[in-house]
Nanobody, 115 residues
Framework: QVQLVESGGGLVQPGGSLRLSCAAS????????MSWYRQAPGKERELVAR???????SYPDSVKGRFTISRDNGKNTVYLQMNSLKPEDTAVYYC?????????WGQGTQLTVSS
């Protein structure tokens, strides 16, 4: 059974840090590009970070320098380290796996940045 299970969300103060994890099972994790997306209320889902099967990484300007994506193929897990968090980072964060036309999503984890 294919599963992507996110964890690590919560409430953090502005300027704080948090690390999200996404544990994958049921497919060949190392072959897949892994990404993190987020969706804030009333907004479209947007890409936050992506790491290819070869380890090539990309970020949008909105999080570049603050967020770091990494993967551990031995643990079938992808991480998102988030630093210098801002209130506008508040959203549900989703893990995504993609290989050719195959795409999988996790259920999401809520991040709230507020004082």
């Amino acid at each position: 059974q294919v599963q992507l299970v996110e964890s690590g969300g919560g409430l953090v103060q502005p300027g704080g840090s948090l690390r999200l994890s996404c544990a994958a099972s049921g497919f060949s994790f190392s072959r897949y590009a892994m990404s993190w997306y987020r969706q804030a209320p009333g907004k479209e889902r947007e890409l936050v970070a992506r790491i290819s099967s070869l380890g090539i990484i990309s970020y949008p300007d909105s999080v570049k320098g603050r967020f770091t994506i990494s993967r551990d193929n031995g643990k079938n897990t992808v991480y998102l380290q988030m630093n210098s968090l801002k209130p506008e980072d508040t959203a549900v964060y989703y893990c995504n796996a993609r290989f050719a036309s195959i795409e999988k999503w996790g259920q999401g984890t809520q991040l709230t940045v507020s004082s």
